[in-house]
């Protein structure tokens, strides 16, 4: 018998023992598949989000028209029954302005509404500028194609000359491209603190 037909022999032998090593090991090393997987939603839930038309953590990304960045984002939306406005839980949004600042807002709800460039915050609105300003309201109208919004109620606020309350307020540029101002009207009230303007 000459070499090439010895290895073939050998081969023969080998070739099948380590297929069968091969094949054992993969099962011995193999893990047992959990098929009792629990789903985190009951069916309750379940009929509720296809009821509601449920979206979880939803997000709005656009540029005003001056290429300001509007960011808005919530917990959780619900289109509601046929003809309800959409509402959003844990509405959250932030304002990059031209010039580096930010305006943040925070809320308990919202809405938003694409077809006409318009958010609402509604429910503990808190409005925070980079400037140290804290504003809090119960509504706040935003536009999301320029810099502006308005509250129709009251606000409260503190800032660095001290605390303040006025029976409105608006933000927005007076000027095409100027920088955003914040004013106040309806009644404004100041607590001057000295202390915080001079740290």
């Keep these: 018998m000459d070499g090439h037909s010895r290895m073939v022999q050998f081969f023969k032998v080998v070739l099948p ?23 985190p939603f009951t069916q309750q839930d379940i009929d509720k989000r296809l009821a509601d038309q449920v979206v979880t953590q939803p997000n709005y990304r656009g ?9 808005i984002e919530a917990i959780r939306a619900s289109q509601g029954t ?27 709800s919202g809405l938003i509404r694409p077809d ?7 429910g503990d ?5 980079t400037d140290g300003t804290e504003i809090t309201t119960d509504l706040l109208n935003t536009s999301l194609d320029e ?6 109620g ?17 933000f927005g540029t007076e000027k095409k491209d100027g920088p955003v101002h914040i ?17």
């Design 183 to 199: 004013i106040f009207t309806d009644g404004v009230k100041l607590v001057y603190e000295p202390e915080k303007t001079e740290r």
């Design 17 to 39: 023992l380590v297929a069968i090593l091969m094949l054992s090991t993969v099962f011995l090393l193999s893990r047992s598949i959990e098929t009792n997987v629990t789903v």
């Design 63 to 71: 540029t005003t028209r001056k290429g300001e960045e509007v960011q």
């Design 147 to 152: 810099i502006r919004g308005d509250t129709p």
């Design 154 to 170: 009251q606000v409260n606020g503190t800032g660095i000359i001290g605390n303040f309350t006025a029976g409105r307020m608006t």
């Design 125 to 129: 609105v808190v409005i925070t500028s």
């Design 82 to 108: 046929e003809g309800a406005i959409p509402t959003a839980a844990e509405f959250r949004g932030r304002l990059g302005l031209s010039d580096g600042g930010v305006i943040t807002l925070d809320s308990n």
């Design 116 to 122: 006409k460039n318009t958010a609402t915050f509604v």
